[in-house]
Structure formats: structure tokens, C-alpha cells
């Protein structure tokens, strides 16, 4: 089922926007370019989502785009990689009052320099910053996503 959702981005796209946690956080996905190491995702202000001072809760801004940079490194780089979230940090900026957008983005550089760093075996760690910003373009935080990437190891025959 999950290697059918990796081959077709409309099913890819529809899993996420039905999987119960986004739903009831009104996190959704607008677009889903895996090819083109881009996904776009917006979370309106909702009463599911705000925290006890009205803004958005700081959870929802982190959940919203916590899968998605881990989602495009599997995929761009394959079965013969292993790619696991290692830490994460979020800076927050002013508070959400309204819609909330992320634009993540892994370029194809980005892609061939991990290759390249990981060819003999060893352990890639990589920070990648997603903003996330108001419909007026209001900074509201930044998080910081630290991913473990490294080249899976042959395996041996006794």
C-alpha cells in the first residue's frame, strides 16, 4: 500500500490530507512535487488548533511541516539510503492569528551533495530551516529540521 502512495502523488497527497492527526489540525498539503523535492502546506487558524491565548499552538506550526523533509529525501534518494529525523528546533517569531503557509523545498544539488557526502558509508547529518509565514508574509516561526542520512550498508553473506 505505502510503495503504491510513493509511486502516485494524488494518492500520496490525499493519504496526508485525510490522516486523522492534520485533519483535526486543518493541515493541509497544496502541493506534492516529490520530483522536484517541493511540498507546500497551509493550516488555517481553528478552534481545534489555537492555544489558550487565541494564536496558533505551537505543536500544530511544528507538526505541519515535521514529516515532509524526511518524506523528500526517501524518495529522492531511494531504497539504498537511510534518512531518520534526528533533531528539531523552532524558533518562534510573532503569533499566528490567522492561516499559517510553509513552502519546503530540497533542491537537486542538495540532492547530489548528499549523495556525493554519503558515498563512502558514513553518516550525513544535514539542517534544513522552513519558515513559516502569514497570508500577509509575516515571519510567525522558524523551524530547524536536523536529518541522519547515510548509505545503507551491503549485506553480508557468511
Known amino acids: 500500500m505505502i510503495n503504491a502512495l510513493r509511486r502516485n502523488p494524488f494518492f500520496m497527497k490525499l493519504f496526508i490530507n485525510t490522516y486523522a492527526p492534520y485533519v ?18 497551509v493550516m488555517p487558524l481553528t478552534r481545534f488548533n489555537k492555544n489558550y491565548v487565541g ?28 534518512v531518520w529525523d534526528k533533531a528539531a528546533g523552532i524558533d518562534f517569531k510573532a503569533p499566528g492569528r490567522g ?18 557526502a554519503a558515498a563512502e558509508g558514513k553518516a550525513v547529518l544535514r539542517t534544513y530551516p522552513v ?5 500577509s ?15 545503507k550498508r551491503e549485506a553480508t553473506t557468511p
Open 24 to 41: 483535526g489540525a486543518g493541515v493541509k498539503v497544496t502541493r506534492l512535487d516529490i520530483e522536484q523535492g517541493a511540498i507546500d502546506v
Open 131 to 135: 519558515e513559516i509565514r502569514d497570508d
Open 99 to 116: 492561516t499559517v503557509k510553509a513552502e519546503i523545498r530540497i533542491s537537486d544539488a542538495e540532492i547530489a551533495s548528499i549523495i556525493e
Open 137 to 151: 508574509g509575516l515571519l510567525i516561526c522558524q523551524v530547524d529540521k536536523v536529518l541522519y542520512i547515510r548509505k
Open 55 to 82: 494564536t496558533q499552538f505551537g505543536g500544530s506550526l511544528y507538526s505541519m511541516v515535521d514529516p515532509f523533509l524526511m518524506l523528500i529525501l526517501i524518495n529522492r534518494l531511494g531504497k539504498q539510503y537511510v
